[in-house]
């Protein structure tokens, strides 16, 4: 049996605290905390201690020039970011007793997901739902997964260097990554390119080609190519990567569908080799302890059947050199 503490403790807690301390955690500190809510400091500072007296645990420990967070702390943060998920969910699940379907898809998504099947699937449904709206927060994979798990998305579209163990994922496309090389590089101009060309070059690279990282053919090729053994530029952005790639920091490898616009406007060229290119799978992941709203059911029922309807090999991009 509960203790009447216990019992009487969802009823005294100021349910505010939560979210104090959640961007507490967030933002690695008090003071970055203030500025985020736009509070003073000292008010911070305040809601912190009385959360720390309501549960009767110390949650972060405050030092000069250190912030941690405790065990007890990291058990709360999570709490804390479930109920936020949850509350955020509220005016969607609150517009379904409508006649027209309404509500709310927020998608995390890494950098430049381009797929015309997908395209097709958000079209049929904007045009078929006009009362749903939409926001797009682009960032890095990890991070997805992270605004999926903690139900802060209603889905997400990124890369994965692992099987998540409690989310569901299905490949949404493949695509095919090549090099290239900027219009101030000197291979850019030359008749012909042999992958001799290539060794020593200095490269450019994303943050998730390292060893064990989603995208670790890069690599590989990079080393069967003989490339510089360390990189000169390195991103999580396609745009920057392209960037880099343009203004002759060194070689990079883009996605080939996504790059072929470039190619043909004459502003990077592809490198060889120009077969056996590097093939990533692009997923898209869900939260199944999540409480979807009927917008959110619809939508992924309508792209799970782009998929059954499209094979694999349809969604993948890129398979013709430029």
Same mark, same amino acid.
């Given at each position: 049996?509960?203790?009447? %503490?216990?019992?009487?403790?969802?009823? %005294?807690?100021?349910?505010?605290?939560?979210?104090?301390?959640?961007?507490?955690?967030?933002?690695?500190?008090? /003071?970055?905390?203030?500025?985020?809510?736009?509070? *003073?400091?000292?008010?911070? /500072?305040? =809601?912190? *201690?009385?959360?720390?007296?309501?549960?009767? *645990?110390?949650?972060?420990?405050? *030092?000069?020039?250190? &912030?941690?967070?405790?065990? =007890?702390?990291? =058990?709360?943060?999570?709490?804390c970011t479930t109920i936020f998920g949850a509350v955020s969910q509220l005016p969607a699940i609150l517009e379904e007793d409508v006649a027209d379907l309404r509500g709310h898809l927020s998608i995390a998504l890494t950098s430049s997901v381009i797929s015309p099947h997908f395209d097709d699937v958000l079209h049929r449904f904007a045009v078929a739902h006009p009362n749903v709206t939409y926001a797009f927060a682009v960032h890095e994979s990890e991070d997805v997964e992270s605004?999926?798990? #903690? %139900?802060?998305?209603? &889905?997400?579209?990124?890369?994965?260097?692992?099987?998540?163990? %409690?989310?569901?994922?299905?490949?949404?496309?493949? $695509?095919?990554?090549?090099?290239?090389?900027?219009?101030?590089?000197? +291979?850019?101009?030359?008749?012909?390119?042999?992958? !001799?060309?290539?060794?020593? $070059?200095?490269?450019?690279?994303?943050?998730?080609?390292?060893?064990?990282?989603? +995208?670790?053919? @890069?690599? !590989?090729?990079?080393?069967?190519? !003989?490339?510089?053994?360390?990189?000169?530029?390195?991103?999580?952005?396609?745009?920057?990567?392209?960037?880099?790639?343009?203004?002759? @920091?060194? @070689?990079?490898?883009?996605?080939?569908?996504?790059?072929?616009?470039?190619?043909?406007?004459?502003?990077?060229?592809?490198?060889?080799?120009? $077969?056996?290119?590097?093939?990533?799978?692009?997923?898209?992941?869900?939260?199944?302890?999540?409480?979807?709203?009927?917008?959110?059911?619809?939508?992924?029922?309508? #792209?799970?059947?782009?998929?059954? !309807?499209?094979?694999?090999? $349809?969604?993948?991009?890129?398979?013709?050199? /430029?």
């Amino acid at each position: 049996m509960q203790s009447p %503490n216990r019992n009487r403790f969802p009823w %005294n807690l100021d349910w505010n605290l939560l979210r104090t301390y959640m961007v507490v955690v967030e933002q690695r500190g008090i /003071s970055k905390a203030a500025a985020f809510l736009g509070l *003073k400091q000292p008010t911070v /500072s305040a =809601a912190l *201690k009385r959360l720390e007296s309501a549960v009767g *645990k110390q949650l972060v420990v405050r *030092k000069p020039n250190e &912030f941690s967070v405790t065990r =007890a702390g990291q =058990a709360l943060y999570t709490e804390c970011t479930t109920i936020f998920g949850a509350v955020s969910q509220l005016p969607a699940i609150l517009e379904e007793d409508v006649a027209d379907l309404r509500g709310h898809l927020s998608i995390a998504l890494t950098s430049s997901v381009i797929s015309p099947h997908f395209d097709d699937v958000l079209h049929r449904f904007a045009v078929a739902h006009p009362n749903v709206t939409y926001a797009f927060a682009v960032h890095e994979s990890e991070d997805v997964e992270s605004m999926v798990s #903690l %139900n802060r998305s209603s &889905f997400g579209i990124c890369l994965l260097s692992r099987v998540p163990r %409690n989310l569901n994922h299905v490949v949404l496309y493949r $695509e095919y990554f090549g090099l290239y090389c900027g219009p101030r590089h000197p +291979l850019f101009r030359a008749e012909t390119i042999s992958p !001799k060309d290539l060794e020593g $070059e200095p490269f450019v690279a994303f943050q998730t080609e390292a060893l064990g990282g989603p +995208l670790e053919d @890069i690599s !590989k090729l990079r080393t069967r190519l !003989k490339l510089s053994p360390h990189w000169r530029g390195v991103s999580s952005s396609l745009n920057e990567i392209r960037r880099m790639i343009m203004t002759n @920091i060194g @070689i990079g490898a883009l996605p080939v569908h996504v790059a072929r616009q470039d190619v043909v406007a004459g502003h990077i060229r592809q490198l060889p080799p120009y $077969e056996n290119l590097p093939l990533v799978s692009i997923f898209l992941i869900s939260n199944p302890t999540r409480r979807y709203t009927e917008a959110e059911a619809s939508f992924l029922a309508a #792209l799970s059947l782009e998929m059954t !309807k499209v094979g694999i090999e $349809e969604r993948t991009y890129g398979m013709q050199p /430029s």
